[in-house]
């Protein structure tokens, strides 16, 4: 082979519409000397229906460790290998990070295609119209890591967009609306496909309406979350919260006199995150 060329490109996929693939992933797909996908046979369907025969090599999950680097030696020598996730950008929630991380350590060259994003899409879909967003890849499976997760990004001030099972979407939003009872939840379910769906209403109206859905027939479907920034209330109750705590425990250290007062200031400003004005009118003013 000819070293010059090889490349490792990323080609991102339809989400659901297969006329959202892109002329550039069309072209690099046919210009591969092989292509590695999560799965071969989501990715095989793919290529035939766009007329495409290549070589296909399974690179998932359960591969990627052992074969990331041999990949990014194949491009070092020459070979012009595209990666191709199940649908949507590769490396987003797919072992295509740990390609690109393998590449920049090798020195290999490798390009990242732009195209069809499910997260982006939700986020717009959901019509929430503050301008950041924070993706936060698959919600956790289990409840209490589900409260963790939501319990410590409730004070950023952005949208929050997760992916979901279907099997799981009724627990989930259990748990958010336990969680964030006074916000508004998007699901957004099959984007870009023929059955495409935007639920958006308040947290416990929509966990009541999922659960009622998956005991009845069950939910189906790729399911992409948008949970609203906080409230102007909520802001102000968490501020609230967050100052009584770090009252309490100025004078917990006080009463303790194991620390001195420039510890207790530094100490409180690690654990709450606090101005250093704050701490110290805590420590001194009391």
């Given at each position: 082979m000819n070293t010059s060329t090889g490349k490792l490109v990323l080609c991102p996929t339809p989400i659901g519409n297969l006329g959202d693939i892109t002329l550039r992933t069309l072209d690099e797909l046919r210009a591969a000397d092989v292509v590695c996908a999560e799965d071969t046979r989501v990715t095989g369907k793919l290529l035939a229906h766009f007329d495409i025969e290549k070589r296909l090599e399974r690179l998932d999950e359960a591969t990627i460790s052992k074969q990331a680097d041999r990949i990014i030696q194949r491009v070092l020598a020459g070979e012009r290998i595209a990666f191709c996730s199940d649908a949507g950008m590769p490396g987003v929630s797919d072992p295509g990070s740990r390609l690109v991380a393998s590449a920049q350590a090798a020195g290999a060259p490798y390009e990242v295609?732009?195209?069809?994003?499910?997260?982006?899409?939700?986020?717009?879909?959901?019509?929430?119209?503050?301008?950041?967003?924070?993706?936060?890849?698959?919600?956790?499976?289990?409840?209490?890591?589900?409260k963790a997760v939501l319990e410590a990004l409730s004070n950023l001030d952005a949208s929050l967009v997760f992916y979901e099972s279907p099997r799981r979407i009724a627990d989930a939003l259990a748990v958010i609306a336990?969680?964030?009872?006074?916000?508004?939840?998007?699901?957004c379910r099959e984007l870009t496909k023929r059955h495409e769906e935007v639920f958006r209403a308040m947290a416990p109206i929509v966990a009541e309406e999922f659960a009622r859905r998956d005991a009845e027939e069950g939910v189906k479907g790729e399911i992409a979350l948008v949970i609203c920034p906080p409230t102007a209330a909520e802001v102000e109750d968490n501020a609230a919260a967050q100052a009584a705590s770090a009252a309490e425990r100025a004078t917990e250290l006080l009463a303790s006199g194991e620390m001195s007062h420039k510890d207790i200031v530094a100490a409180l400003r690690r654990e709450f995150g606090i101005s250093r004005n704050e701490a110290y009118a805590l420590v001194h003013e009391r």
């Open positions: 295609l732009p195209g069809a994003s499910a997260a982006a899409t939700a986020y717009v879909a959901s019509g929430f119209s503050d301008p950041r967003y924070y993706f936060g890849g698959f919600f956790p499976r289990k409840a209490g890591e589900r336990e969680v964030f009872p006074a916000r508004e939840v998007a699901v």
